[in-house]
């Protein structure tokens, strides 16, 4: 009984709000402790389960590196490059993005962009560069929904382009539940064609959207433009 000490730690830990992170691993090692381990097989034990499931715990390097990116210059140096393409507006460059997102998931590589490593450094510094080459500084709203379709952009394409590769979790799960419960013989690989139509569906409407953005960000910004300058006058 005394090993489920660990459990009340973790109640008291969440009840007085402590950092989760910190909470769980004191519980891990009073629970490791209490049950008779000594130390080093405790460490071993937490060393075991990182490495057995990194795929969930990959954030944990990934957050402090781009953090570290970011404080010395990331998004500076990407609002820059994406000045150096003229003809490229913030709806022409977030449907680009759609499109590479939509491609990387259908061949598997989820993991390469995502909201972390790619939306967050990257691209909404570029979408935001590429407005602010035409109009200049933006207004927070305006901000805000060139952030907002930035992240649209990742969610749609990931969503509509991983069911393309056979080998993802839920068509791995669809073929399983259809093939046990209907007693049919589906392949996964059936699946994955018949979710091109859908994809290429996706990749049109969401992009003709994505394009759209152009027009919203022109007719918004040049309004607010016109309006500031006429109470601007009105003051003088």
């Not at 402590?18 to 071993?44: D, H, Y």
């Not at 392949?187 to 969401?206: D, G, K, R, Y």
């Amino acid at each position: 009984m005394i090993v489920l000490l660990g459990v009340l730690v973790v109640v008291i830990g969440f009840a007085t709000k402590r950092n989760p992170l910190l909470v769980v691993g004191v519980a891990g090692i009073a629970t490791g402790l209490l049950g008779g381990l000594s130390p080093g097989k405790v460490l071993a034990a937490f060393g075991d389960g990182f490495a057995g499931s990194r795929a969930v715990t990959i954030f944990a390097i990934t957050l402090p590196v781009i953090g570290l990116l970011e404080r010395y210059g990331l998004q500076e140096q990407a609002r820059n490059l994406i000045a150096r393409f003229a003809t490229l507006t913030t709806g022409r460059f977030l449907a680009l993005y759609l499109g590479l997102r939509q491609i990387g998931a259908a061949v598997g590589l989820t993991n390469v962009f995502g909201h972390a490593q790619t939306v967050r450094p990257l691209a909404v510094p570029m979408a935001e560069g590429a407005a602010e080459r035409k109009y200049g500084e933006l207004p927070d709203r305006t901000r805000e929904k060139v952030r907002a379709f930035s992240a649209s952009a990742d969610n749609v394409g990931l969503f509509f382009g991983e069911d393309v590769f056979l080998a993802v979790g839920s068509i791995l799960l669809i073929t399983g539940f259809v093939n046990t419960t209907y007693g049919t013989h589906l392949e996964p690989l059936q699946l994955a064609l018949w979710a091109i139509p859908t994809a290429l569906c996706a990749f049109v409407v969401h992009g003709w959207r994505l394009l759209r953005l152009d027009r919203q960000l022109e007719r918004e910004l040049l309004t607010a433009h016109v309006h500031n300058t006429a109470a601007a006058e009105a003051a003088q």
